[in-house]
């Protein structure tokens, strides 16, 4: 048998009338309450889904740099409600990869009352662009100084570390890179945070990043 399906004009998903031919071709009504059941499950099909809500949005982290002056220290104590992250600029990095510098005990006197996670920066050893270079450009040095970093995150409960290297050019983009990469799959494993600072996109140097 082949079932017929007629619709009422402006009806479009519920039917009006259900026809089924017979062996001898004559059509006959189907009956009410295959009709009935024929009629419900159209309803239900056609029942729209309730939509999930929204995801709520995230709040941005706010991290505060500090050179750990007075004036910094005094400025730090009235905002500390509306920052989640502090990053005093203690520890340079050095061409062999060693790691060195400290934490101001005031300073991390006042991220403990406010109870801000430490996130220090990481600047090449006196900003120097040779000691920058040489230190990129050796494999060694940059696996150790980012085996240095765990271990200091680990040993002083900081939650993690910014790097600020100054005087990057373009041709150190590549070993740059590679040391980001390696950096963030150590950080990943030992559970700690990696921020990376980076410049304005201005002048040259934008060509490094």
Same mark, same amino acid.
């Given at each position: 048998?082949?079932?017929?399906?007629?619709?009422?004009?402006?009806?479009?998903?519920?039917?009006?009338?259900?026809?089924?031919?017979?062996?001898?071709?004559?059509?006959?009504?189907?009956?009410?309450?295959?009709?009935?059941?024929?009629?419900?499950?159209?309803?239900?099909?056609?029942?729209?889904?309730?939509?999930?809500?929204?995801?709520?949005?995230?709040?941005?982290?706010?991290?505060?740099?500090?050179?750990?002056?007075?004036?910094?220290?005094?400025?730090?104590?009235?905002?500390?409600?509306?920052?989640?992250?502090?990053?005093?600029?203690?520890?340079?990095?050095?061409?062999?990869?060693?790691?060195?510098?400290?934490?101001?005990?005031?300073?991390?006197?006042?991220?403990?009352?406010?109870?801000?996670?430490?996130?220090?920066?990481?600047?090449?050893?006196?900003?120097?662009?040779?000691?920058?270079?040489?230190?990129?450009? @050796? &494999? %060694?040095? =940059?696996?150790?100084?980012?085996?240095? $970093?765990?271990?200091?995150?680990? +040993?002083? #409960?900081?939650? /993690?570390?910014?790097?600020?290297?100054?005087?990057? @050019? &373009? %041709?150190? =983009?590549?070993?740059?890179?590679?040391? $980001?990469?390696?950096?963030?799959? +150590?950080? #990943?494993?030992? /559970?700690?945070?990696?921020?990376?600072?980076?410049?304005?996109?201005?002048?040259?140097?934008?060509?490094?990043?």
């Amino acid at each position: 048998m082949m079932p017929l399906l007629r619709r009422t004009v402006g009806q479009a998903f519920l039917p009006a009338v259900v026809l089924w031919k017979n062996k001898s071709g004559r059509q006959e009504c189907l009956p009410h309450l295959v009709l009935a059941l024929f009629l419900a499950a159209t309803s239900l099909a056609a029942k729209p889904k309730t939509p999930k809500p929204a995801p709520r949005p995230t709040a941005p982290t706010v991290l505060a740099f500090t050179l750990g002056d007075h004036t910094a220290l005094r400025s730090l104590a009235a905002p500390a409600n509306d920052m989640d992250v502090l990053s005093p600029q203690a520890f340079s990095a050095h061409p062999d990869g060693r790691l060195t510098g400290r934490i101001p005990p005031d300073v991390a006197a006042a991220a403990a009352k406010g109870r801000l996670a430490m996130m220090p920066g990481v600047f090449n050893a006196d900003f120097s662009v040779e000691a920058l270079r040489s230190l990129l450009a @050796s &494999r %060694a040095s =940059r696996a150790r100084l980012a085996v240095s $970093l765990v271990a200091a995150a680990q +040993r002083q #409960h900081l939650r /993690g570390f910014v790097i600020d290297f100054e005087g990057l @050019s &373009r %041709a150190q =983009r590549q070993h740059y890179t590679a040391f $980001l990469s390696d950096l963030h799959a +150590r950080f #990943h494993a030992a /559970g700690l945070r990696l921020g990376v600072a980076v410049p304005a996109p201005v002048g040259t140097f934008r060509e490094a990043f």
